[in-house]
């Protein structure tokens, strides 16, 4: 074959897909064109009956004064008359009178039978109207005549519209034949450009592959530095093909073997790394001997699945009596005990460090900054050079931890402010999750943190940055942008320092999802029985609930007001309302804990001493640490869940309340400043500083009917299964994976990212 002969054989397959496309597009034009027929007709009826409106308001209006005169001195020949002389207009079809009983007294020879007048009790049409009669649409008006301005009849003007057809065909015929024109001259243009563009784009894709350069696609000389872009081309497709799988997690149902498929796909031989001060397993030594523990914690349910998913390493704080015990002599134990899926690698504190890294400088410090609680935060020099040490000494945990260098690490909350920079150094090509559990403060409140520069800069080094609502996010990037000198996208929600690159997003955390005791739980009657039981509350006493923390943020106080403002101002419920207060003791070691805990107890003292009677109890206060299976059966049992916190990253408990309620029914009492309250809008949302409001919200929910419980349930419900932990977890890694596929491309063809 001839060089000419494959270039017109090009030429000619270009133009064949060329045509394709352009082929389709004529097609659909000219549908849009006869779709677009009936809206010109429409138009077309609608302008020549508004001229019609016009026409017979004008004549009416003339004939007026005449007609009224005419029919006062009741003379037929001169109504007959005057009627005659204006249907002498070509459109003009006919004309009649009606008096006001109904009947029809004057008309013109050609006025249609079918044509009735109003009846006496029926008001007259007060728009004209078009008829279509066996000779033809008729655009027919009534109009009232007036003798001495009071109405005597009803004159009848009805013109021919026959005209209007013979035009609207006409205007059809113009417009396909202007269609026409214009979609020839579309098609001739689109023609000559999709085949420039085709060829073009054909030339430059072949040159690339060949080596060619990439500013001159049409170079005859190859360039070997572009060598290995075919291959790098190729990988692009592959990239861009699993992207596309994963790319909409709204439409995947999520649960853990789906997470577990996930990381199979996304992840696969990729080592994950997970790091948090609190360990999934607690060993600790029981009566019977060493004892296993699983404390309660939403991080340990959200982060476990992808642990046994990928069988990577988990650092955390040793705490446990018998955790040194079990581990290795690389402080390795494997978990969980009964099948062993992964690695808990354990980290060890003196208590002088455990002092000040964990209960100084970060909740005394970062939990008060981060909480607008209205407890000024406390920051010691010597409790930050503690943080900065323990921060360092994980950080050289997972360098000693990774096999390669470029592990998918997650680190967990604000413990470790400092590691993803600590990380970055050491592991540049690393990918770092950091997820942010508490809120994020405005800049002003940030910038009381002596030393948020370095906080700010450790946290950049994250590849990814999450937090539980956009609007922490929001005030990231505001903080970011007051401290530190950076290039902030906010279209994209990313930062720019260091050479790093940081996205920042909001992943909404949530709980396993069905709740891991689901199978296996009471009845909500036999937890009902069994709670009064226990706590010897009436059958007929309705129960509320709160399950927190011991912690000032948690608005318990303000929760124990509302109480008492509710039994105030609703005398009819003592007797009939008692609320359970769980409390989980929590730092207590630190001062302003065991304050708190002292005013909690004195203000539950107090209202039990006004309205307490019998043995009727109005506060039940339980500040002890209770087991999940245990909560979960307060949780059944209680008509009403408060929670009110001041301050809230996301609070999990209004979703284990609603998780438990599988027989639909109980309500949710919620505070606006908890990130739940962004998701859960069926909640009787409320102002926990507003005790009032909060205390009529309480009332309201005692005293909301089944079927209204039954539908807020339902929808949050709903909510909470579709939005589970494994959608939290997994779109965090979909994003990682997405990255890191990008930054392995960047590195083969040499592209800084």
Avoid at 11 to 28: G, H, K, V, W
Avoid at 111 to 139: E, I, R, Y
Avoid at 334 to 354: D, H, M, Q, V
Avoid at 444 to 468: A, D, K, N, V, Y
Wanted: overall charge neutral; some cysteine; hydrophobic content about 40%.
């Amino acid at each position: 074959m001839s060089p000419q002969s494959a270039k017109q054989i090009k030429s000619f397959r270009s133009l064949r897909l060329t045509m394709r496309f352009i082929i389709p597009l004529i097609i659909a034009m000219i549908l849009l064109a006869y779709a677009l027929l009936p809206l010109v007709d429409k138009l077309t009826l609608h302008w020549f009956t508004r001229d019609l409106d016009i026409r017979s308001q004008l004549i009416a209006n003339t004939m007026q004064e005449s007609l009224g005169e005419f029919l006062e001195q009741g003379n037929t020949a001169r109504i007959n008359s005057l009627m005659r002389r204006a249907v002498q207009d070509d459109r003009l079809f006919a004309m009649g009178f009606c008096d006001g009983q109904g009947k029809l007294l004057y008309k013109t020879p050609k006025f249609p039978q079918d044509l009735t007048c109003p009846s006496p009790n029926a008001p007259a049409p007060d728009k004209p109207s078009v008829l279509t009669l066996p000779s033809g649409m008729v655009h027919v008006a009534v109009k009232p005549v007036l003798i001495a301005g009071v109405p005597s009849g009803y004159l009848f003007l009805i013109h021919d519209m026959s005209f209007i057809e013979s035009r609207s065909a006409d205007t059809r015929k113009y417009i396909v034949f202007l269609f026409v024109i214009l979609f020839l001259v579309i098609s001739f243009i689109t023609v000559l450009v999709a085949h420039l563009s085709w060829r073009g784009w054909m030339t430059g894709v072949r040159a690339l592959l060949r080596g060619e350069s990439l500013v001159q696609p049409f170079a005859k000389e190859s360039n070997s530095e572009l060598q290995p872009l075919m291959g790098d081309f190729r990988a692009l497709l592959r990239t861009i093909d699993a992207e596309r799988k994963f790319a909409d997690d709204a439409t995947i149902s999520w649960n853990p073997d789906k997470l577990r498929e996930l990381l199979y796909k996304q992840l696969t031989g990729e080592q994950v790394l997970v790091v948090s001060n609190r360990e999934p397993y607690i060993h600790a030594k029981g009566e019977e001997g060493i004892e296993v523990q699983r404390p309660a914690s939403g991080l340990v349910t959200a982060v476990e699945p992808v642990m046994k998913a990928c069988s990577g390493t988990w650092i955390a704080h040793g705490g446990g009596t018998a955790d040194r015990e079990v581990v290795d002599k690389k402080d390795h134990v494997r978990i969980p005990p009964e099948n062993p899926k992964y690695t808990l690698r354990r980290i060890w504190l003196s208590r002088e460090e455990e002092k000040g890294y964990y209960y100084g400088f970060a909740n005394e410090g970062l939990w008060p900054l981060c909480h607008i609680a209205h407890v000024r935060p406390i920051f010691r020099t010597s409790d930050w050079q503690h943080y900065v040490t323990i921060n360092q000494r994980f950080a050289d945990a997972v360098i000693k931890e990774a096999n390669k260098e470029d592990p998918v690490v997650l680190v967990q909350d604000y413990h470790f402010a400092l590691l993803p920079g600590m990380l970055r150094r050491t592991l540049p090509k690393a990918t770092i999750i950091t997820f942010w559990h508490i809120p994020w403060p405005n800049p002003e409140s940030f910038g009381i943190c002596p030393w948020r520069e370095e906080i700010l800069q450790g946290m950049l080094g994250s590849t990814i940055l999450g937090f539980h609502t956009p609007f922490h996010c929001k005030n990231f990037l505001e903080t970011v942008d007051r401290y530190l000198e950076t290039r902030i996208e906010h279209a994209s929600s990313t930062i720019s320092h260091g050479g790093n690159l940081t996205l920042v997003e909001a992943y909404p955390i949530s709980i396993q999802w069905p709740p891991p005791w689901q199978d296996n739980q009471p009845s909500v009657a036999e937890c009902c029985s069994e709670i009064r039981k226990l706590l010897k509350i009436d059958v007929n006493c309705l129960i509320g609930l709160g399950v927190d923390r011991l912690d000032y943020t948690k608005g318990i106080l303000e929760r124990l007001r509302a109480v008492e403002s509710l039994l105030e101002n609703h005398p009819e419920m003592v007797g009939r309302f008692s609320f359970v207060q769980i409390a989980a003791p929590s730092r207590s070691v630190l001062e302003e804990y065991q304050a708190f805990e002292a005013r909690v107890r004195s203000l539950a003292t107090h209202i039990n001493q006004r309205f307490a009677s019998g043995a009727y109890q109005p506060i039940y206060l339980r500040i002890e640490h209770h087991e999940p299976e245990d909560v979960n059966r307060y949780y059944r049992a209680a008509d009403v869940c408060m929670v009110t916190s001041l301050h809230d990253g996301m609070n999990l408990v209004a979703k284990e309340y609603i998780a438990s309620r599988d027989d639909e029914q109980g309500v949710l009492v919620l505070s606006q400043f908890t990130g739940a309250a962004h998701e859960l809008y069926e909640a009787l949302i409320v102002n926990p500083y507003h005790i009032e409001q909060t205390a009529d919200a309480l009332y309201q929910a005692l005293t909301m009917p089944d079927f209204e419980q039954r539908e807020r349930m339902r929808s949050m419900r709903s909510m909470v299964r579709d939005f589970n932990v494994y959608r939290w977890a997994g779109r965090m890694l979909i994003d990682a994976s997405k990255i890191r596929q990008r930054e392995k491309l960047a590195a083969r063809i040499g592209i800084e990212t």
